[in-house]
């Protein structure tokens, strides 16, 4: 048979389309089972993202209970449950042990490899793929598809067109381009009448507009140990506490990024959101206004804020720019405001600075096996699906999820005879 790298008409059993976590635990998936794999990647290698999600520690997946996890994915939860049921969080940190790595849970519940890093566990995986037979396809930018159905590839030695029983989309979202992911796929899919979402950015900073003041002294420096607040569309609040960063156009952080879709989704082009920032989470109310009126004497209120509450750097410097002078001669007001500083956020950061994306493939659109209804045989997986979670190893879990789903229906289309394969059609 004619290999699918080397001739321009050629024929793979299955064709994935993508080199990160879903695409992989695809092509490992089909490959134990039997089938003859080929994975194209538009890079010179694999899981580039998956090794830059590493450097800082490499979070795979979350301890917390599963309620708890689920309730992550927000608005997807049932089809990121329905995923998650036979390869879940704990099924995931199995499969590491699998391939020779340890791995931890820290004091946050986040789980860990055990040497914290990417690399030797996507080397691991690597070698278990290519004993499995998976053929890798490097520098192949998929071009959609050609006249005849076939994919069209943009090889190092020219266009090739493949031939494929089943094929695997999984070329993830819209966030960090220079490591593959583009989305350029959208406007391919949306050819072919798949329904899909706008791309939008997700764990995400966002633009605040800063006085030049503000901006020059707390640019670089975090807020520890503070809340914040966001208001959902029905009207409850949702509070988390953690910490972020004071960035030259505006704010960035953990914290930011766990509120970032409902941030995001309150906001049009002509209206801002506003981000409620508790300065003193582990402090009541009435401890903060005690303090404030505490007798200061000849002390500045800068030197009194220090003194009382401890307030200084960068949250003394926030709390002057985002409240006005009378607020800060009125104790009340000033107590109010350390309890709920409203920053008003204008614009998420640019999709591709983000560290996922929101949008894409609607499960509407596919079937429960993530096969599309308007292309049988064409399956979709990882971040291109219309979902999003903040980080945590949420992100992760569902993405290696939805490669498995994606596989096992691409076994199940392979073994329908021809006959219901044209009912499908």
């Not at 450097?55 to 329905?82: C, V």
């Not at 966001?230 to 988390?240: A, H, K, N, W, Y």
């Not at 229906?409 to 044209?422: H, I, M, Q, V, Y």
Request: hydrophobic content about 40%; glycine content about 10%.
């Amino acid at each position: 048979m004619p290999h699918p790298a080397t001739d321009p008409e050629s024929v793979a059993k299955v064709a994935i389309i993508g080199g990160g976590p879903a695409g992989l635990m695809a092509a490992e998936v089909l490959a134990l089972n039997g089938v003859q794999v080929d994975l194209y990647d538009a890079m010179p290698s694999v899981g580039r993202k998956f090794l830059l999600a590493g450097k800082g520690g490499m979070n795979i997946t979350h301890s917390e209970d599963i309620d708890g996890f689920l309730s992550r994915y927000g608005a997807r939860r049932n089809e990121i449950a329905a995923m998650l049921q036979d390869f879940g969080p704990n099924q995931l940190r199995e499969w590491i042990h699998g391939l020779g790595i340890d791995t931890f849970v820290g004091s946050s519940g986040r789980v860990f490899p055990a040497d914290m890093k990417a690399a030797p566990l996507l080397r691991a995986w690597l070698h278990r793929l290519r004993e499995a037979g998976v053929h890798f396809h490097m520098r192949h930018r998929w071009q959609g598809w050609d006249a005849k159905g076939k994919l069209r590839f943009a090889a190092p030695d020219g266009e090739i067109s493949v031939s494929a029983s089943a094929s695997i989309l999984a070329l993830g979202g819209g966030s960090w381009a220079r490591l593959g992911s583009d989305g350029a796929w959208m406007a391919l899919l949306g050819e072919r009448g798949v329904d899909l979402a706008p791309l939008q950015p997700s764990n995400c900073g966002f633009d605040v507009d800063w006085s030049e003041h503000f901006r020059s002294r707390a640019a670089g420096e975090p807020l520890k140990t503070i809340a914040a607040t966001v208001m959902l569309s029905d009207g409850t609040p949702l509070r988390r506490q953690g910490e972020c960063i004071i960035t030259d156009t505006g704010i960035e952080g953990g914290l930011i990024y766990a509120l970032s879709a409902p941030l995001r989704d309150a906001m049009t082009p002509s209206t801002p959101a506003t981000l409620y920032l508790d300065l003193l989470p582990d402090w009541t109310p009435s401890r903060v206004l005690s303090e404030l009126q505490h007798p200061r004497g000849a002390r500045s209120m800068s030197s009194h804020l220090q003194s009382r509450l401890k307030l200084k750097g960068a949250k003394a410097a926030l709390l002057r720019e985002c409240t006005s002078a009378e607020d800060f001669r009125d104790m009340h007001k000033l107590a109010q405001a350390i309890k709920e500083l409203p920053v008003r956020l204008r614009a998420p950061r640019p999709i591709d600075e983000a560290i996922s994306s929101a949008g894409g493939v609607l499960f509407e659109a596919m079937k429960d096996d993530l096969m599309l209804h308007r292309m049988p045989g064409v399956f979709c997986a990882g971040e291109m699906l219309d979902w999003e979670a903040p980080t945590g190893g949420y992100l992760l879990t569902a993405c290696f999820a939805s490669g498995r789903v994606a596989a096992r229906g691409a076994l199940r289309w392979l073994n329908t005879p021809s006959t219901d394969k044209e009912k499908t059609s």
